[in-house]
């Protein structure tokens, strides 16, 4: 069965700070994803890596970076955390094409006071 | 651009009544389609998907969903549904030539009461 470990299930941060949340797949998927959840929008892509070292922009990339140093761990970067980047955030990992299920972790709810 | 709607944010149903959530999309390929379950506190998961041939396609616990393609819909129903159904359900396409995207609708949340 594949497992998806988010590093924190509640994150609380102040206005400025650099955050990071890990994510971490033990199948050995390619492909890996960083999506906000807010209510009534659904899930947004921010970032997605399909190879070590490798990263393509999602549909909200602005104030986030990426970093996936190995196959198993994606990880997501606010520079400088803000308010309005309170939200639920899920990180999926997908092995090979569109045809297969993205399996996702349980979430990091983050609160940026 | 591909893009998903789901009509309906919120759905309440009395327990053993049929269900439908709708799910609408707009594409001008072919697609992907499907639908993804949210359970209280937990991340999501597969329920169903079509890739090709029957139009029907079912889940392993009573739903089941039909492409219509000249409607672009997807709608996901269940003829009773049960009190541990209660859950918020994603519909989410995929263009064949999209690269790695996934689109979501925004959700419907599905409430079975006693």
């Known amino acids: 069965d594949v497992k998806v470990t988010q590093s924190s299930r509640y994150l609380v941060k102040r206005t400025g700070e650099k955050v990071f949340l890990e994510c971490v797949q033990d199948?050995?998927?390619?492909?890996m994803f960083w999506y906000r959840q807010d209510p009534g929008l659904g899930l947004r892509l921010i970032y997605f890596?399909?190879?070590?070292?490798?990263?393509e922009k999602g549909d909200i990339p602005e104030g986030y970076s990426v970093s996936r140093e190995k196959k198993e761990r994606f990880s997501l970067i606010l520079e400088s955390a803000s308010t309005n980047q309170t939200s639920m955030y899920l990180c999926?990992?997908?092995?090979?094409?569109?045809?297969?299920?993205?399996?996702f972790g349980d979430g990091t709810r983050l609160s940026i006071l | 651009a591909q893009s998903v709607t789901q009509l309906d944010s919120q759905v309440p149903v009395f327990e053993e009544a049929p269900v439908e959530l709708r799910c609408n999309y707009s594409?001008?390929?072919?697609?992907?389609l499907f639908w993804y379950v949210q359970y209280p506190n937990q991340g999501l998961q597969l329920l169903l998907k079509?890739?090709?041939?029957?139009?029907l396609v079912e889940s392993i616990n009573g739903f089941e969903a039909e492409f219509n393609k000249s409607q672009t819909s997807f709608h996901l129903r269940k003829p009773s549904v049960h009190i541990s159904d209660t859950a918020e359900y994603f519909c989410?396409?995929?263009?064949?030539?999209?690269?790695?995207?996934?689109?979501f609708g925004g959700g419907t949340r599905l409430m079975v009461k006693p």
């Open positions: 999926a990992s997908r092995l090979g094409q569109l045809d297969q299920p993205q399996h």
């Open positions: 199948m050995d998927h390619e492909n």
């Open positions: 890596s399909y190879d070590v070292k490798m990263k």
């Open positions: 594409s001008s390929v072919s697609v992907y």
């Open positions: 079509y890739l090709s041939g029957s139009t």
């Open positions: 989410a396409v995929s263009e064949n030539n999209a690269g790695n995207m996934l689109t």
